[in-house]
C-alpha cells in the first residue's frame, strides 16, 4: 500500500516548547499518544469526547509498538516473497509490475517504520519523559528523515494504486492484441512508475521544508534535547503556507486518488461483468475456457480487493486531515488519538497483499510453491501429464494469447458445430 502518520503534524507530540515549560504544562509533545498522557489535553479530551476516546488510546499506545514491529517483520518478508514471484520471466505484465513496485515502496516505509516503532515505543514507551536519549539529535534527526521518507513512499503506493486500477481497466476493455503491444505496454508502466516516484518527491518537497529541529532545554537538569517545531495544526495561529501544505497534501496524496480509484474501481467491475456475461451468452464458451475466464475474473477480483483495502485505509484518513486543518482543536482532540490506530491498519494493508495474491490468484500460488515449497525434482503426474513447469508455461500462454483471436477461433467452432447439425438434419 501505506503509512498513515504521514503528516508531520503528527510527530509534534515530541517536543514541549519553552512557552509551555514556563506556563507549567506537562510534555504535551511527547511521543506519539503523550497528549494524551499530559494531564491538561487529557481533561480537554475527555470534556469533548467523554474520554472512551482517549482511554483506548492510552491502552493501545502501550502495545502499539510491539504490534508494528511484528506486522513490519512481516510484511517485509512477505513483500520479498511478492518482488520475487513477480519478477519471474513468465509473470511479467504491466499489472505484475505496478505491484513489485507497490511491494519495493511498502518494504522501505516499514523498514523505515522499525526503528522508529523500537526506539519510541519499545525502549522509551509512549508515556515516559523526555530525556537527552530519547530525544537526542542523532534519534530525531531519524525522526525527520522518517516523516520524509514515509510520506514519499505512502504517496507513491497510493497512486500506483490508482495507476493499478487504470491499467486494469484499460486491459479490459482493450485486451493486448500482441505479443509486440504486450512488451509496449510493460514499457509505458515502467515510464508510468518512474514518473509517479519522481513527482511524488518533487510534490512533498513543501512537506520536507517545514520539518526543523529546534534546541530545547530540560527544566530539572538544564540538558539539551531536541524537538521538533510546533506548526500549530488547527490553532487560530496557524501560518498561511502549514494550512496551504495541509490541503496540498490531503487533496494530491489522499482525495483525489481515492475518487481516482473509485472511478476506475466502478468501472472495472462494471466491465468484468459485461464481459462474463457476453462470452457466456452469445460464445456459450467450454469447459476450458470457463477455467481461463475464472482465473481472469480471480485476478480482476484479487485488484479490487488491493484497491478497496487502500480506500478504507486512505479516504477515511483524508477527511480526518481535512477537519483537522478545518475544525478547531479536532487534531488534539480527536485525530492525536486516532494516530496510532491509522498507522497500524495501513501498516496490516503493506503487509496482507501476499495473503491476498495467494488466496486469489491460482498463477502466483502456483509459482510461490514452486519457487519456495518444492524440495524435490519436479515428476510428471501420472494423471496429468504435466509437470509445475508446463503448468505455469500453460497459464503464461493463455496471459499473453491474444484474446481476440481466441473468441474468434471459438466462434468458428461453434458455427461449423451449428452447420454440421444443419446438414445432418437436412440429410
Known amino acids: ?73 512481516f510484511g517485509i518478508v512477505t513483500n520479498v516473497f511478492n518482488i520475487t514471484v513477480l519478477t519471474r520471466k513468465h509473470m511479467r505484465t504491466p499489472v505484475n509490475l505496478i505491484l513489485t513496485w507497490l511491494a519495493v515502496s511498502d518494504i522501505i516505509t516499514m523498514l523505515s517504520y522499525l526503528p522508529f516503532a523500537m526506539h519510541f515505543y519499545c525502549i522509551y514507551p509512549a508515556d515516559a519523559n523526555k530525556s537527552t536519549e530519547k530525544n537526542s539529535e542523532g534519534w530525531m534527526l531519524y525522526m525527520i528523515f522518517h516523516i520524509n521518507l514515509a510520506a514519499t513512499t505512502h504517496t507513491v503506493s497510493i497512486w500506483l494504486c490508482v495507476m493499478l486500477a487504470i491499467v486494469r481497466y484499460l486491459h479490459i476493455r482493450s485486451p493486448t492484441k500482441a505479443n509486440s503491444m504486450r512488451l509496449q505496454r510493460i514499457k509505458q508502466s515502467r515510464y508510468g512508475i518512474l514518473f509517479i516516484y519522481v513527482s511524488s518527491a518533487l510534490i512533498l518537497v513543501p512537506n520536507y521544508m517545514s520539518n526543523k529541529l529546534l534546541p530545547d532545554v530540560l527544566p530539572d537538569s538544564n540538558e539539551t534535547i531536541y524537538v521538533l517545531r510546533d506548526l500549530n495544526l488547527g490553532k487560530n495561529d496557524t501560518e498561511t503556507m502549514v494550512l496551504i501544505n495541509v490541503w496540498i497534501y490531503a487533496f494530491t496524496a489522499k482525495l483525489v486518488p481515492c475518487l481516482l480509484m473509485l472511478i476506475f474501481g466502478s468501472l472495472l467491475i462494471y466491465n468484468i461483468h459485461v464481459k462474463i456475461r457476453q462470452r457466456r451468452k452469445i460464445l456459450q464458451i467450454s469447459g476450458a475456457s470457463s477455467l481461463r475466464l475464472s482465473e481472469h475474473s480471480r485476478t480482476t ?44 491498519v495501513a501498516l496490516v494493508n503493506n503487509a496482507v497483499n501476499f495473503i491476498l495474491y495467494c488466496s486469489m490468484s491460482t498463477k502466483f500460488r502456483e509459482t510461490f510453491v514452486h519457487l519456495f515449497c518444492n524440495f524435490h525434482p519436479l515428476r510428471r503426474s501420472e494423471d496429468s501429464g504435466y509437470t509445475l513447469t508446463d503448468r505455469l508455461a500453460k497459464l503464461d500462454s493463455h496471459s499473453n494469447n491474444n484474446e481476440n483471436n481466441h473468441h474468434l477461433h471459438l466462434l468458428q467452432n461453434h458455427f461449423r458445430k451449428l452447420s454440421a447439425e444443419h446438414r445432418i438434419v437436412r440429410a
Open 1 to 73: 500500500m501505506a503509512y498513515s502518520g504521514t503528516w508531520p503534524e503528527k510527530y509534534k507530540r515530541l517536543l514541549v516548547s519553552r512557552d509551555d515549560y514556563g506556563k507549567g504544562v506537562c510534555d504535551r509533545w511527547s511521543p506519539w499518544f503523550s497528549a494524551a498522557n499530559c494531564e491538561e489535553v487529557m481533561k480537554e479530551n475527555q470534556s469533548a469526547s467523554g474520554g472512551d476516546l482517549l482511554v483506548f488510546a492510552q491502552t493501545y499506545a502501550a502495545y502499539h509498538g510491539y504490534i508494528s514491529i511484528f506486522v513490519c517483520i
Open 301 to 344: 477480483k484479487m485488484l479490487l480487493a488491493v484497491i478497496i483495502l487502500f480506500l478504507l485505509t486512505e479516504l477515511p484518513q483524508g477527511v480526518l486531515i481535512i477537519l483537522s486543518a478545518c475544525v478547531e482543536n479536532f487534531y488534539d482532540q480527536v485525530y492525536l488519538l486516532l494516530g496510532d490506530v491509522m498507522d497500524i
